[in-house]
């Protein structure tokens, strides 16, 4: 299964950019903690503790934010400019997730944008590669 | 006809699985550490992802190679010392070494293992080889990517250990173990600290019409809107030389050699290897599948080869710059 060319329509992203982003960004955290409870992320939270995330959905005009601290991810409601963010379209963010594509390619060729702090985003690139998704029931989603 | 090896890079657990699962013969990693010219942060193998992977490998036929492939920094000899226990513990197949005196240190504690010369010892002669040979019994050698072919087949007649070439990915264009660039931007360069243009003196700035590559500070490059962007690496830097502003050392690129495998095969390489331990699971399986693919035809069809245009349009989409070339093995300088 590929993921499909296809970016979220202008009028569909109005609506959602106007949507609050604290449910999505809500989920988003508790998918992490979940991930990392169970031992499938193998989150070293040392190095992201005190750190601030933004992962923006360009085609969709959301912007999830968040934090974390040496146990856990959490909402972050602060005003500000985060320690990294991840700019990418909806669909380039899936083929990321599901190993369809290299973080790298993506930014090679423009689709991916990284600001500020690049050696985070390295610890985190470098942690959702080792995810080693056989271990859960997401594995049959992955691209082989 | 015997094939050359495919050797892929593995930068996590994921990422090995990946390169086996793809038909990759051989599979190298490096410990979370300077002691591998990959020192990213977390990326690498620890104890037991490391088990894990040769487990999995093994179990399917391949083999496993460790790269302890940078030099032992004074005070600190021991790190590297450790390094090499714990390969002959984990018992790879074999471990890639630059540092002679980590050499010496391997076939003194551990006579069993097997060694590979890395591309960071630099030798680009049969002469070198050789020496290595005489002075620790290396079984194979990897040779920088700056000969021509003629010049590694030439290598190639004159030794019987093994030669090994790069095949695919990040072009690298000095004498590998003899760059030192990096120092002048950040103090690290890959021979001391494991790393070519470390991510904590990396930033990319976005301006209203160009994306600022700067390393230490340097402004590196600007990439204008859409333009295929590389590594921030200094060689791949445009810099004003002259009045002129370009890229005046290389450009963003990667090396792929698809388009010469009959002839590498026909000179006797023993492996061809994939640049790219710090990409993702997904690029180790596109590469790794791509040249599986191209290598099993060139070695059907000989000198009716030809890359399929799918190929080529594959790794085109994953190298650096989105530009490719053939690099030193066919330039016309001897
Ligand atoms: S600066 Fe360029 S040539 Fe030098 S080590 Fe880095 S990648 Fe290689």
Same mark, same amino acid.
């Given at each position: 299964? $590929?993921?499909?060319?296809?970016?979220?329509?202008?009028?569909?992203?109005?609506? =959602?950019?106007?949507?609050?982003?604290?449910?999505?960004?809500?989920?988003?955290?508790?998918?992490l &903690?979940?991930?990392?409870? $169970?031992?499938v992320?193998?989150?070293?939270?040392?190095?992201?503790?005190?750190?601030?995330?933004?992962?923006?959905?360009v085609?969709?005009?959301?912007?999830?934010?968040?934090?974390?601290?040496?146990?856990?991810?959490? =909402?972050?409601?602060?005003?500000?400019?985060?320690?990294?963010?991840?700019?990418? &379209?909806?669909?380039?963010?899936?083929?990321?997730?599901?190993?369809?594509?290299?973080?790298?390619?993506?930014?090679? &060729?423009?689709?991916?944008?990284?600001?500020?702090?690049?050696?985070?985003?390295?610890?985190?690139? &470098? =942690?959702?590669?080792?995810?080693d998704?056989?271990?859960?029931?997401?594995?049959?989603?992955?691209?082989? | 006809?015997?094939?050359?090896?495919?050797? *892929?890079?593995?930068?996590?657990?994921?990422?090995?699985?990946?390169?086996?699962?793809?038909?990759?013969?051989?599979?190298?990693?490096?410990? /979370?550490?300077?002691?591998?010219?990959?020192?990213?942060?977390?990326?690498?193998?620890?104890?037991?992802?490391?088990?894990?992977?040769?487990?999995?490998?093994?179990?399917?036929?391949?083999?496993?190679?460790?790269?302890?492939?940078?030099?032992?920094?004074?005070?600190?000899?021991?790190?590297?010392?450790?390094?090499?226990?714990?390969?002959?513990?984990?018992?790879?197949?074999?471990?890639?070494?630059a540092? #002679?005196?980590?050499m010496?240190?391997?076939? %003194?504690?551990?006579?069993?293992?097997?060694?590979?010369?890395?591309?960071?010892?630099?030798?680009?002669?049969?002469?070198?080889?050789?020496?290595?040979?005489?002075?620790?019994?290396? %079984?194979?050698?990897?040779?920088?990517?700056?000969?021509?072919?003629?010049?590694?087949?030439?290598?190639?007649?004159?030794?019987?250990?093994?030669?090994?070439?790069?095949?695919?990915?990040?072009? *690298?264009?000095?004498?590998?173990?003899?760059?030192?660039?990096?120092?002048?931007?950040?103090?690290? !360069?890959?021979?001391?600290?494991?790393?070519?243009?470390?991510? /904590?003196?990396?930033?990319?700035?976005h301006?209203?019409?160009?994306?600022?590559?700067?390393l230490?500070?340097?402004?590196?490059?600007?990439?204008?809107?859409?333009? +295929?962007?590389?590594? +921030?690496?200094? *060689? /791949?830097?445009?810099?004003?030389?002259?009045?002129?502003?370009?890229?005046?050392?290389?450009? +963003?690129?990667?090396?792929?050699?698809?388009?010469?495998? +009959?002839?590498?095969?026909?000179?006797?390489?023993?492996?061809? /290897?994939?640049?790219?331990?710090? %990409?993702?699971?997904?690029?180790?399986?596109q590469v790794?599948?791509?040249?599986?693919?191209?290598?099993?035809?060139?070695?059907?069809?000989? @000198?009716?080869?030809?890359?399929?245009?799918?190929?080529?349009?594959?790794?085109?989409?994953? !190298?650096?710059?989105? @530009?490719?070339? #053939?690099?030193?093995?066919?330039?016309?300088?001897?």
């Amino acid at each position: 299964m $590929r993921v499909p060319e296809l970016t979220v329509p202008t009028r569909l992203a109005r609506l =959602l950019g106007r949507l609050p982003a604290t449910p999505p960004a809500w989920l988003l955290v508790t998918s992490l &903690n979940q991930l990392v409870k $169970r031992g499938v992320l193998p989150a070293d939270m040392e190095l992201l503790a005190e750190r601030r995330f933004e992962v923006r959905l360009v085609d969709a005009g959301v912007s999830l934010r968040f934090a974390a601290d040496s146990r856990r991810f959490l =909402l972050d409601r602060q005003p500000g400019e985060p320690d990294l963010r991840l700019s990418a &379209n909806v669909a380039d963010f899936a083929r990321m997730m599901l190993r369809e594509e290299d973080p790298d390619t993506l930014f090679f &060729n423009r689709k991916l944008s990284i600001e500020g702090d690049t050696e985070l985003g390295l610890i985190v690139k &470098n =942690l959702l590669d080792s995810v080693d998704w056989h271990e859960t029931p997401l594995a049959r989603f992955m691209a082989s | 006809m015997i094939l050359p090896e495919l050797v *892929c890079p593995a930068g996590s657990l994921p990422a090995l699985k990946a390169a086996v699962d793809n038909g990759a013969d051989t599979v190298y990693f490096g410990l /979370k550490n300077d002691t591998n010219a990959r020192n990213f942060a977390g990326l690498n193998f620890d104890d037991k992802s490391a088990r894990a992977g040769i487990d999995y490998a093994r179990a399917r036929g391949r083999k496993v190679l460790m790269a302890i492939n940078t030099y032992a920094q004074g005070g600190n000899v021991s790190r590297w010392h450790r390094a090499i226990d714990e390969a002959a513990d984990l018992g790879v197949d074999a471990v890639i070494l630059a540092d #002679l005196g980590l050499m010496d240190y391997a076939v %003194r504690r551990h006579p069993e293992l097997r060694l590979h010369l890395s591309v960071q010892g630099s030798a680009t002669n049969y002469e070198a080889v050789n020496l290595a040979r005489e002075l620790f019994g290396i %079984r194979r050698a990897v040779l920088p990517r700056v000969l021509t072919l003629d010049q590694v087949r030439h290598v190639i007649e004159h030794t019987d250990v093994e030669i090994e070439v790069f095949g695919f990915g990040s072009l *690298c264009v000095m004498v590998e173990g003899r760059c030192l660039l990096s120092s002048y931007a950040t103090g690290e !360069s890959p021979n001391t600290h494991g790393v070519c243009s470390p991510a /904590k003196h990396v930033r990319w700035e976005h301006g209203e019409a160009s994306l600022d590559a700067r390393l230490g500070g340097v402004l590196i490059d600007q990439y204008g809107k859409d333009e +295929p962007a590389g590594y +921030p690496t200094l *060689c /791949k830097g445009r810099f004003a030389v002259q009045g002129d502003t370009y890229y005046a050392l290389e450009e +963003p690129t990667s090396l792929n050699v698809m388009a010469m495998l +009959p002839q590498i095969i026909d000179i006797g390489v023993a492996a061809i /290897k994939v640049e790219g331990r710090q %990409r993702s699971p997904a690029y180790v399986s596109q590469v790794t599948r791509t040249l599986r693919a191209a290598l099993d035809a060139a070695g059907r069809e000989a @000198q009716r080869f030809s890359v399929r245009p799918a190929w080529q349009q594959e790794l085109g989409r994953l !190298s650096e710059g989105q @530009q490719q070339t #053939l690099g030193a093995y066919n330039r016309p300088w001897k």
